[in-house]
């Protein structure tokens, strides 16, 4: 079904024809037509299906004849739970705003930078991407108001109640008028997730989208069982032997992500760490110059794992197991992505061998661990 069919205006139509998208992916041939009839959403569908841009393109449609509000009357709010993905869900709006026959003015809001250029940005926005925590925030300065809002979206429903959002999202849903339609995006149907879905969904059309099994077939999985001393020396020589480009490092906590960035650096191997604990101006410079193909590795706790967007990802290493299942899959999903194959690589202590088992179950794809005494040091 081509883009013209699901009801979308012709400025957008070729404006996404010059991103060069050919066709619409599943999650956007189900949800445009829903949303562009008013109808509250739930989407189940995973990063990388497509799903920002099958929100942001109705609602910049419906928001014709709409922008003219008065100053700092928002009309839409996208909430996150990340300040990379706020920054990642606005671009789209920006990639698909240029050229609109109307005014339209989005703006993304986010902890761990200073309030007030966010307070003079808000002039005139029509479409907040925000982080729960500065949005209230701003909202106790007075900086917008919500009564011409008429569209919430919570994208990524499930991560921002497992980061502890559950509060805030509710202070915030007191706050808007009662009519409005509702999306909701999760990559998971927790409990919770179904808890907001009925408190604050009405009748919703429910789509629901799997993560692809050929997307998972399409990365090439290795794992090694390595010591946890080894697990640095392994790593150096994979990327140096191999000549690896541009590499994302997974660890399990902030100190060892720097632990390995700077074991990295001392061996000549340009890396950076990007996690909460550093400074927000310094991870957008490391995530930006990481996707430019500037820095060569960069090691990240699993903030990084979800929903942020880099294409053509050649290879991704698990440093450390993450607890859960689904954040693997969210990690090594950063490969293998758009249909390019992609490398994923995991490093498995003798102690985690069982949960490694627990893992692969659940993704239900095998994969063979070498002993990585046979390649260490070989040479
Ligand atoms: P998302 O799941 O929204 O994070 O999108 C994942 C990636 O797919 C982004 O790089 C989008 O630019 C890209 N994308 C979204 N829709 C399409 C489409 N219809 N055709 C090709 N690429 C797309």
New binding site residues.
């Given amino acids: 079904m081509p883009f013209k069919a699901l009801g979308l205006a012709p400025y957008l139509i070729k404006t996404i024809a010059k991103q060069?998208?050919?066709?619409?992916?599943p999650i956007?041939e189900k949800a445009i037509p829903l949303v562009l009839e008013g109808k509250d959403l739930l989407g189940i569908a995973p990063?990388?299906?497509?799903?920002?841009?099958a929100y942001v393109l109705p609602i910049i449609q419906m928001l014709k004849g709409k922008t003219k509000t008065k100053n700092r009357h928002l009309n839409v709010l996208v909430l996150v739970p990340t300040r990379e993905l706020a920054i990642q869900v606005e671009a789209v709006f920006q990639q698909f705003s240029a050229g609109l026959p109307f005014l339209f003015k989005s703006l993304a809001v986010y902890g761990g930078v200073s309030i007030n250029p966010q307070m003079i940005g808000m002039q005139h926005v029509n479409v907040l991407v925000a982080t729960p925590g500065r949005l209230l925030d701003l909202h106790a300065s007075n900086a917008m108001h919500f009564n011409a809002l008429t569209i919430l979206v919570l994208d990524e429903a499930d991560k921002m109640l497992n980061m502890g959002f559950k509060k805030e999202m509710e202070q915030l849903f007191a706050l808007l008028p009662d009519q409005r339609q509702n999306l909701l995006f999760s990559a998971t149907l927790s409990q919770e997730v179904q808890h907001i879905n009925s408190v604050l969904l009405h009748d919703p059309s429910i789509i629901q989208i799997e993560a692809k099994k050929e997307s998972i077939d399409l990365i090439q999985q290795t794992a090694y069982l390595v010591s946890p001393e080894k697990k640095g020396p392994l790593l150096r020589q994979l990327i140096q032997n191999n000549k690896w480009e541009q590499v994302l490092v997974f660890t399990s906590s902030v100190h060892r992500a720097d632990q390995v960035a700077h074991k990295l650096r001392k061996n000549d191997i340009d890396a950076e760490s990007i996690h909460s604990k550093v400074s927000q101006a310094s991870r957008r410079e490391n995530l930006a110059n990481f996707k430019a193909g500037k820095l060569r590795v960069l090691v990240a706790t699993d903030l990084l794992g979800r929903?942020i967007?880099i294409?053509f990802l050649p290879h991704v290493i698990n440093y450390e197991l993450p607890r859960s299942p689904k954040d693997f899959i969210h990690r090594i999903g950063r490969t293998g992505?758009?249909k390019h194959p992609g490398d994923a690589i995991s490093f498995v202590a003798e102690e985690d061998k069982h949960h490694f088992k627990v893992i692969q179950k659940k993704m239900k794809s095998w994969v063979k661990l070498i002993n990585a005494d046979e390649i260490i040091f070989a040479q």
Avoid at 20 to 25: A, I, Q
Avoid at 47 to 53: D, E, I, L, Q
Wanted: charged share 25%; hydrophobic share 20%; glycine share 22%.
């Fill in positions: 060069g998208f050919k066709k619409p992916t956007q990063t990388g299906s497509g799903k920002t841009a929903g967007d294409a992505r758009a």
